[in-house]
């Protein structure tokens, strides 16, 4: 009795003591950071084996990739008796523990000689790896087998108690514990990285030019094999000149061997393949795993050592196939998962949007030449529209420009009077005639500066673009203007800023688009009756570090909302006797300067134009 007593005290104090020991490795793994997981499970099965006096623990992961698989990942085991220095897959040395192993069934071998004929693979390989007696406890999260444990007697058999392999069940739930946690912290990481992958790639292709996107597309399928493990990714084009013919057109190959042909269609190496991505089909399947309607296709893949692939059509929208992008295996079969697949299929849009970009650029410069003619003919048409239109402005302005001509010609008689006058009745007076022959000259260059501005104006191309004050230019249009202004019984209302930057713009210019713009407002506001208010507001403002906006406001008619989308077209006019040249050039003018013009309705009725134009860099 006593000795009982003693007996069942020397298990319990083992079995707390082994608890404590599982506590501490539980707690132990858990606070480790996920790289540091695959140290910390070899450390804790050195430590069990010391404890339970065990020569060897090794744990095999199934593999993910490869169905069948379970490959050694994590062992401890005595100097004097290591394990071969190369891979070990359960699925290929030990069958059928691993077939009970996936059935979540535990394996106790006390004698070698206990194991049935079935297992003499098994058998074979625990004699070549100097194993007497061991357990195999499967690794199993949530109804899932993730691999399995096994602790190992080399130096005698023995029989392995219920407690003991309970305990081993234990320790391969806190393994499989921290393996999932370092799965699935590895698997954001991989996520995360391929992500931003994706999105570095998708922004390489922005702005490319068409004649740098076959090479960019190529050094993508290099990194994306590279980042995921694959070894071959192929892109076929639809020739537009032949529907339905797909050509190789980009491909990346870890190994050159076997050689390519020098033209390769899918129609006639792969007619199956062909068939599904006609139809929009994704396709992910193993070489060895084709149906017998795809003999040709499997022919192809078995010669290129292709052992999986994945083939994803290249379609925007409901549009047919534009091509087919391929990525294969070749040293194993490899598992496409759902996330894989539509991480894959963003690539796809990446390559499709930006092989669309390139065919269309392409398809845009041939037209863009053989329109060059055509372009040449119209652009010497317009300048003749500008001209025209400047020509006009002139003729509108020329009541403005006679009145401040006027002045210093009538300056200039009055003084030749003068001096006509001093001569006659006193010769002698020198200095006052000097003076009068200085304002006379002043006058008539004056006069000049007139007329050059007129000859400018007409006579002007392209723009001369340099930092000009908005207000300058709004005075000596106001000036122009004033008399026109006046008969219309408009005035102009805007007050200087000083935070206004000075712009980069051609000053002649600019000045032809705000006359063309007040004369527009002027001529809006000429039906308002009585005491209407016929005040055009003007305002200028910076929109931001790089742009000032220029507004102006009138009370007039407005613009109806069906025109708001055709008032700067040419030859649009709804005024009798428009021409519909002036807002058409003063589009293109401001256009030129790297600004906008729109219009939009004024809430208290009548129209609003708007420009931008950029901030003179000092």
Not at 436 to 444: A, N
Request: net charge negative; aromatic share 6%; with cysteine.
């Amino acid at each position: 009795m006593r000795q009982t007593e003693t007996d069942l005290l020397s298990e319990i104090r083992e079995q707390l003591t082994f608890e404590i020991l599982l506590g501490n490795i539980s707690a132990y793994l858990v606070n480790l950071p996920a790289d540091r997981i695959d140290d910390g499970i070899k450390e804790s099965q050195r430590r069990i084996c010391e404890y339970l006096d065990l020569d060897r623990s090794a744990l095999w992961q199934l593999s993910g990739k490869e169905p069948g698989k379970a490959l050694l990942t994590h062992v401890y085991q005595p100097p004097k008796a290591l394990l071969p220095d190369e891979p070990l897959d359960a699925g290929a040395s030990f069958p059928w523990a691993l077939n009970k192993v996936l059935r979540k069934e535990i394996v106790a071998i006390n004698r070698l000689a206990d194991l049935p004929p079935e297992a003499n693979c098994d058998r074979e390989s625990f004699q070549r790896l100097g194993v007497r007696s061991g357990v195999v406890v499967p690794l199993s999260i949530g109804g899932r087998v993730l691999g399995a444990l096994t602790f190992t007697r080399l130096q005698e058999e023995g029989d392995w108690p219920c407690r003991v392999v309970e305990r081993f069940l234990h320790i391969a739930q806190v393994f499989a514990n921290a393996l999932v946690r370092k799965r699935g912290e590895k698997s954001m990481r991989d996520r995360l990285e391929f992500e931003t992958m994706l999105t570095d790639i998708s922004t390489r292709f922005v702005n490319l030019p068409a004649d740098k996107i076959d090479g960019e597309i190529e050094d993508a399928q290099r990194r994306i094999c590279e980042c995921i493990g694959l070894e071959i990714s192929a892109l076929w084009q639809v020739l537009v000149e032949i529907p339905r013919n797909h050509v190789l057109t980009h491909i990346y190959r870890l190994l050159e061997d076997p050689p390519l042909p020098e033209r390769m269609t899918a129609d006639e190496y792969f007619p199956w393949c062909l068939e599904h991505v006609e139809a929009g089909e994704v396709i992910a399947v193993s070489t060895e795993e084709l149906p017998v309607e795809a003999a040709r296709d499997q022919e192809v893949w078995r010669h290129y050592g292709i052992k999986s692939s994945l083939v994803i059509p290249l379609s925007a929208g409901r549009e047919p196939p534009s091509g087919v992008i391929s990525f294969h295996t070749t040293k194993a079969k490899y598992t496409w998962t759902g996330l894989l697949v539509k991480q894959l299929n963003l690539v796809a849009q990446i390559f499709t949007n930006a092989i669309a970009r390139k065919r269309a650029e392409v398809a845009l410069q041939a037209a863009r030449d053989e329109r060059s003619q055509a372009e040449g003919i119209a652009s010497a048409q317009h300048r003749r529209l500008v001209r025209f239109s400047k020509e006009r402005a002139l003729g509108a302005m020329a009541t403005g420009i006679a009145h401040e001509i006027n002045q210093p010609l009538i300056a200039i008689q009055n003084y030749a009077q003068a001096a006509k006058r001093r001569l006659h009745s006193d010769p002698a007076q020198t200095a006052k005639l000097d003076e009068l022959l200085d304002k006379i000259e002043q006058q008539s260059g004056r006069a000049g500066d007139i007329i050059q501005r007129i000859r400018t104006l007409v006579t002007s191309d392209d723009p001369e673009l340099r930092p000009v004050s908005l207000y300058a230019l709004l005075d000596q249009v106001t000036l122009i203007l004033g008399v026109d202004l006046e008969r219309h019984g408009c005035r102009i209302d805007y007050r200087p800023r000083f935070d206004v930057p000075e712009v980069l713009a051609d000053a002649l210019q600019i000045q032809m688009v705000l006359v063309n713009l007040l004369q527009n407002a002027a001529q809006s506001m000429q039906s308002l009756e009585g005491k209407a208010d016929k005040t055009i507001r003007i305002d200028i403002e910076p929109i931001n570090d790089r742009e000032v906006q220029v507004s102006v406001a009138d009370r007039g008619r407005g613009v109806p909302p069906d025109r708001l989308g055709d008032i700067f077209e040419p030859f649009s006019s709804d005024k009798a006797g428009g021409m519909g040249i002036g807002l058409a050039v003063c589009w293109d003018i401001i256009e030129a300067h790297g600004g906008r013009l729109w219009c939009k309705p004024h809430p208290s009725g009548g129209a609003i134009f708007q420009f931008t134009l950029q901030v003179a860099v000092e």
